[in-house]
T-cell receptor, first 112, second 112 residues
Framework: ETAVFQTPNYHVTQVGNEVSFNCKQT?????MYWYKQDSKKLLKIMFS???????VNETVPRRFSPQSSDKAHLNLRIKSVEPEDSAVYLC???????????FGKGTRLTVV | QQKVQQSPESLIVPEGGMASLNCTSS?????YFWWYRQHSGKSPKMLM?????GEKEEGRFTVHLNKASLHTSLHIRDSQPSDSALYLC????????????FGKGTHLHVLP
């Protein structure tokens, strides 16, 4: 049973548009993440938050901005999407930074 | 930059056969690993973790860890078609616990 909930499941948009993805976890975890999984299934961390504080901000374009209102929610906004942003975006959470990571079902973004 | 390297990239085994997957970390401070499994169209889920040198068995799955060589392996005996999936090895980041590093994965195909 998934306890990390993401919306939407899919999103198709045009180059230059802005998109927002939502994520909520009901596990009571302190840490949340955004990962990007490309077409080759490579999983790369983008951001991680601990108790709604940004801890990790990998080298991602500035058009990506995470937003956390509380430790159970972590959203992702992409301003002016590019074709290379097409991927599956996986939200995840863990109890602390170095424990098992639980993933949501992902949001598949297609930029046309 | 810390890396988690997996081999082989792809593996085909007959139903009932043994599948052996390998994983190595480039960071000498890493001394535990996770194995995740991702079925097609699904999100990754943790399969097993290993924190101590030696072997850990759960049903048909056995994980080995050799801390001295920074190497872990996953062995699946009596492989089933339902085991066909992407297997991801993960390790904690050497300096930042909030940054789990994933390998590129091994695509396992079990042929009926």
């Amino acid at each position: 049973e998934t306890a990390v909930f993401q919306t939407p499941n899919y999103h198709v948009t045009q180059v230059g548009n802005e998109v927002s993805f939502n994520c909520k976890q009901t596990l009571g975890h302190d840490t949340m993440y955004w990962y990007k999984q490309d077409s080759k299934k490579l999983l790369k961390i983008m951001f991680s938050y601990n108790n709604k504080q940004l801890i990790v901000n990998e080298t991602v374009p500035r058009r990506f901005s995470p937003q956390s209102s509380d430790k159970a929610h972590l959203n992702l906004r992409i301003k002016s999407v590019e074709p290379e942003d097409s991927a599956v975006y996986l939200c995840a959470s863990s109890e602390t930074g170095d424990t098992e990571v639980f993933f949501g079902k992902g949001t598949r973004l297609t930029v046309v | 930059q810390q890396k988690v390297q997996q081999s082989p990239e792809s593996l085909i085994v007959p139903e009932g056969g043994m599948a052996s997957l390998n994983c190595t970390s480039s960071d000498r401070n890493v001394d535990y690993f996770w194995w995740y499994r991702q079925h097609s169209g699904k999100s990754p889920k943790m399969l097993m973790s290993i924190f101590s040198n030696g072997e850990k068995e759960e049903g048909r799955f056995t994980v080995h860890l050799n801390k001295a060589s920074l190497h872990t392996s996953l062995h699946i005996r009596d492989s089933q078609p339902s085991d066909s999936a992407l297997y991801l090895c993960a390790a904690p980041h050497d300096t930042n616990a909030y940054k789990v590093i994933f390998g590129k994965g091994t695509h396992l195909h079990v042929l009926p």
